[in-house]
């Protein structure tokens, strides 16, 4: 699995988007990449996957690079119950969770 | 809601003690996947299942074994319980066998203090 790189935290006001990098410069090229996240130990949530081409869903924008070497998770409009860990994965044949980048939304 | 079900919710047991973890999966999922949280080593794969075989390991201990049941239904023992095995376990759930493309699914969690 190839190995991600992420902030170890952010901050973003309340409304504004929050804008989450990753570095997965490793990449292979049938690797998807993962957005999950986990507010305060709870179990955590999918948010999005992409392979190749952006994607957006109800909860968010998942934009990759042309050579896919890095990618950014886009909340277009933080709460603040997005105060989270947010996880970026590039998926082989398991889950691998590092730290993640804990975003805080505030007010 | 994921529709991914752990039970308990919460177990205090004693060192040395063998306890059973429970999950069920979201309905028609076929895959089970179990993880550990500790405070110091964030989350891990332990392991997984899809429909009753094990299809994938972890660093899961040898104390720990985990079988999925008919109904799909999985369970995770611990035994021989440590002070360090006090963690939050997950199961997640997914319809597919095959990680391409494939979304897990996880469950609320299952906090165990072992004193």
């Known amino acids: 699995d190839a190995k991600t790189t992420q902030p170890t935290s952010m901050d973003c006001a309340e409304g504004r988007a929050a804008n989450l990098p990753c570095n997965h410069s490793t990449i292979s090229g049938n690797e998807y990449v993962y957005w999950y996240r986990q507010i305060h130990s709870q179990g955590p949530q999918y948010i999005i996957h992409?392979?190749?081409n952006n994607e957006t869903n109800e909860m968010a924008s998942l934009i990759i690079t042309e050579d896919r070497k890095s990618s950014t998770l886009i909340l277009p409009h933080a709460t603040l119950r997005d105060t989270a860990v947010y996880y970026c994965i590039v998926r082989g044949n398991k889950l691998v969770f590092g730290a993640g980048t804990i975003l805080r939304v505030k007010s | 809601d994921s529709g991914v079900t752990q039970t308990p919710k919460h177990l205090i047991t004693a060192t040395g003690q063998r306890v059973t973890l429970r999950c069920s999966p979201r309905s028609g999922d076929l895959s089970v996947y179990w993880y550990q949280q500790s405070l110091d080593q964030g989350l891990q794969f332990l392991i997984q299942y899809y429909n009753g075989e094990e299809r994938a390991k972890g660093n899961i201990l040898e104390r720990f074994s985990a079988q999925q049941f008919p109904d799909l239904h999985s369970e995770l023992n611990l035994s021989s319980l440590e002070l360090g095995d006090s963690a939050l376990y997950f199961c997640?759930?997914?319809?597919?066998?095959?990680?391409?493309?494939?979304?897990?699914?996880f469950g609320a969690g299952t906090r165990l203090s072992v004193l």
């Open positions: 997640a759930s997914s319809p597919r066998v095959e990680a391409w493309g494939n979304i897990q699914y």
């Open positions: 992409g392979l190749k």
